[in-house]
């Protein structure tokens, strides 16, 4: 197990991850209708959702995720919920994306425009739902038979079915007398449990099967391919100058797998996403992938999280980032830059116009690179919705640099810094740059900051007077038993805005600079009265 399991394991021993609270739930719902009013690919092809639609779908959507999660995890009730969290947001995320492929419902005395038309003849194949199996060659002709005789497919997914040798040959004339009309293929998790040499003639099969289709999207995760699976679809692969979106998760990546990737996609001009999340790329890896990204001027979506990418290939990912200028989404989570790559992309942040989440926790930021990024982000990306940079060993030294940035965001729905180092001092700095404005913050994450009473009550107080705010996170700090009663007082009227409180240590200690509690109502009326400068 590689420390980031261990470190997640470890945080989660004593909470209960299921059921979520009701305004978890609402918050979901909340995202959900976000994102179906959002303008995207799928609202070009298909059509834009009004809000009223679009929050109706969504609390329908939620309503049978949350069933579907709750009747698993009654099943194991001793468990912490993990594995029913997973169904919720997976099956959240199925039903999500169904309706935003069904598209709008056409209302009475409503003309249908020959786009929704185009959009109606286009069909989805699916055989992903249900329990992940394995299929034979009598299943897969039963299951496939539809694609052989019924309408003209575009869209396939063949995720969560184990195919075998006998259905891969079942399957492979099929494709060969569709491909021509694909436009769209999932074959993530696909080959679950085979052994390796007939996973990868199923890959060969598949790949040769679809060489010379035009796809827009492509999706081959969860398929632990390393460098030979990798070339086992390199028929397929070689084949594609058009994709836009390109998913290869959990996959086993390695350095030369990472290469051969960059070696056989002929063009990435028109990729818009790229998730490379959970691979063991490594350096030398995030250098070939850096290859790709630097080709990829109309990218919208970057994700290489938990990708064990150090300093070396950090920089190279930032410097091709600085090309991709209509960046909207970056998530490098969980991995060892350390400060000369914070540097790095603090330098291509200006580029990002456009960007409305950023995901940049447990990376090895520290003051240094924090501050940079910080004075970067200032100055560029207007539209900020979501900032995470928990875990960088963040001090009370960057914390003057994160307000400023902070306060000019005012578009900001989600901030986490949470498991740094800004106690108190920091706190209420933050909470200051949080008290103008920002009239559309939901989630603020100060856990694991050494924040005493001063500092939780000071967010408290802030967060409370946000009219749509849902959750307030400060546990696993320093406040006192008093502190704690005076922030549960705060809530009275609203308990679920405030979370867990079962980590909180009142007796926790400051070894670099502790500050007695009776000078708790002085530090937060001095730091009060400071002013976030904008002109920083």
């Known amino acids: 197990m590689d420390s980031t399991a261990q470190t997640f394991n470890h945080r989660l021993t004593s909470i209960k991850l299921w059921p979520p609270s009701q305004s978890t739930r609402l918050l979901l719902v909340e995202r959900m209708t976000k994102n179906l009013i959002t303008p995207s690919i799928f609202s070009r092809k298909y059509g834009l959702l009004d809000k009223e639609e679009a929050e109706q779908d969504s609390k329908k959507i939620e309503n049978i995720a949350f069933a579907t999660a709750n009747q698993h995890f009654e099943k194991e009730p001793d468990g912490d919920g993990g594995s029913a969290v997973q169904i919720y947001a997976k099956e959240s995320s199925r039903l ?41 060659a009598e299943e897969a002709e039963e299951l496939l038979k539809p694609l052989s005789v019924q309408g003209k497919y575009t869209k396939i997914c063949f995720s969560n079915r184990s195919f075998g040798l006998g259905a891969a040959r079942v399957a492979e004339p099929i494709l060969l007398s569709i491909k021509d009309q694909l436009t769209e293929v999932n074959l993530s998790d696909f080959i679950a449990g085979r052994p390796e040499a007939e996973a990868l003639e199923v890959m060969n099969i598949f790949s040769a099967a679809l060489e010379g289709c035009v796809l827009r999207f492509l999706d081959l995760s969860n398929n632990a391919m390393g460098e030979k699976g990798v070339r086992a679809f390199g028929s397929l692969l070689r084949s594609q100058h058009n994709l836009e979106e390109l998913y290869l998760m959990n996959d086993g990546i390695s350095e030369e797998a990472a290469r051969a990737i960059s070696e056989l996609i002929p063009s990435t ?65 969980d991995n060892m830059f350390g400060v000369e790559a914070g540097l790095a992309l603090s330098k291509a942040i200006p580029a990002f116009s456009d960007l409305t989440e950023v995901y ?110 849902k959750l307030l996170n400060i546990n696993g700090n320093y406040i006192s038993d008093e502190g704690i009663d005076e922030v549960k007082d705060i809530f009275k009227n609203s308990p679920s805005m405030l979370g867990l409180l079962d980590e909180n240590d009142p007796d926790g200690e400051d070894d670099a600079d502790e500050e007695d509690a009776d000078n708790d109502d002085e530090l937060e009326s001095r730091l009060k009265g400071l002013e976030i400068k904008q002109d920083e």
């Open 96 to 136: 999500m994306l169904e309706v935003l492929k069904r598209g709008p419902r056409v209302k009475d005395g409503e003309m249908i425009t020959s786009e929704k038309v185009g959009a109606a003849h286009e069909t989805v194949f699916d055989i992903s739902g249900g329990h992940r199996s394995f299929i034979d």
């Open 269 to 333: 001009e028109k990729l818009k996403i790229l998730h490379f999340h959970n691979n063991m790329t490594g350096d030398e890896g995030a250098v070939a992938i850096a290859k790709m990204v630097g080709h990829s001027p109309v990218l919208e979506d970057f994700r290489c999280s938990s990708t064990r990418v150090g300093s070396e290939g950090g920089v190279a990912l930032a410097e091709a980032l600085a090309t991709c200028t209509n960046l909207k989404k970056l998530d490098l989570r």
């Open 360 to 469: 940049l926790s447990y990376i090895n930021l520290e003051d240094e690179g924090t501050e940079a990024l910080a004075h970067a982000l200032k100055d560029s990306a207007p539209s900020l919705e979501v900032l995470e940079m928990a875990g960088n060993d963040i001090t009370t030294k960057s914390a003057a640099a994160l307000a400023t940035t902070i306060a000019a965001k005012q578009f900001l729905t989600i901030l986490n810094l949470s498991e740094n180092e800004l106690k108190d001092e920091g706190a209420i700095l933050i909470g200051k740059a949080l008290e103008d404005g920002h009239d559309q913050l939901k989630e603020v994450d100060m856990s694991t900051n050494m924040i005493r009473r001063a500092g939780a009550r000071f967010l408290a107080q802030v967060v409370l007077r946000k009219s749509g705010f």
